[in-house]
């Protein structure tokens, strides 16, 4: 059974900066965070290859978030810069045997999700 949690989220003032952090048992996977607000379906932010040598970003966020990993720590992290009221969601950290870009149905585990608030 792989385990995917993640950690990190809460209330950020808009303009700010928030740092998740994702860590999943097992082996080294793809990896790749998405979000959902309420209301709205799931959406892809950002993957990142098990190497970490390849990255993908959702138009949304590209320039404003950042994906990353520390293999020897097994984490991968969404560093949020200039948080927007609209960033307001859970988001979700996801493992993958194939893929670090945005089809999510590649993706294999999941954890929980946390909130993340962006308040204006």
């Known amino acids: 059974q792989v385990h995917v949690r993640e950690s990190g989220g809460g209330l950020v003032q808009a303009g700010g900066s928030l740092r998740l952090s994702c860590v999943a048992s097992?082996?080294?996977?793809?990896m790749g965070w998405f979000r959902q607000a309420s209301g709205k379906e799931r959406e892809f932010l950002a993957g990142?290859?098990?190497?970490?040598?390849?990255?993908s970003y959702a138009d949304s966020v590209k320039g404003r978030f950042t994906i990353s990993r520390d293999n020897a720590k097994n984490s991968v992290s969404l560093q949020m810069d200039s948080a927007q009221p609209d960033d307001t969601a859970v988001y979700s950290c996801?493992?993958?045997?194939?893929?670090?870009?945005?089809?999510?149905?590649?993706?294999?585990?999941w954890g929980q999700g946390i909130q993340v608030t962006v308040s204006s």
């Open positions: 097992g082996r080294t996977y793809h």
């Open positions: 990142i290859s098990a190497s970490g040598g390849q990255t």
């Open positions: 996801a493992a993958s045997n194939v893929t670090w870009r945005s089809c999510q149905h590649r993706y294999d585990y």
